[in-house]
Nanobody, 114 residues
Framework: QVQLVESGGGLVQPGGSLRLSCAAS????????MAWFRQPPGNQRKLVAH???????SYEESVKGRFTISRDDAKNTVYLQMNNLKPDDTAAYYC????????WGQGTQVTVSS
């Protein structure tokens, strides 16, 4: 069973940046499209960005131009570079394969506040 470990969250002021990482155990990471999801307090978990096995990326409208997803298959790791952060980006962030079929990790909390 694949295990996911997210890291890199924290408290940041509006306009700041963070880089999230998600390390996956197991094999065959490179054959899966990967995704980042987020869950604001009191809300459902939603897709933020995903990246194909060919590196092609897609983003939820509110993060376009600010977030960049990338992957390093040699390290079984997917990243989310977040720039120009806004208070509405405050959430717990999770990664998973695009179909969300793996067990969820513990997530990493991002709080954007002055």
């Amino acid at each position: 069973q694949v295990q996911l470990v997210e890291s890199g969250g924290g408290l940041v002021q509006p306009g700041g940046s963070l880089r999230l990482s998600c390390a996956a155990s197991g094999h065959f990471f490179s054959v899966y499209p990967m995704a980042w999801f987020r869950q604001p307090p009191g809300n459902q978990r939603k897709l933020v960005a995903h990246i194909g096995t060919d590196g092609s990326a897609s983003y939820e409208e509110s993060v376009k131009g600010r977030f960049t997803i990338s992957r390093d298959d040699a390290k079984n790791t997917v990243y989310l570079q977040m720039n120009n952060l806004k208070p509405d980006d405050t959430a717990a962030y999770y990664c998973n394969e695009l179909g969300s079929r793996w067990n969820w990790g513990q997530g990493t909390q991002v709080t954007v506040s002055s």
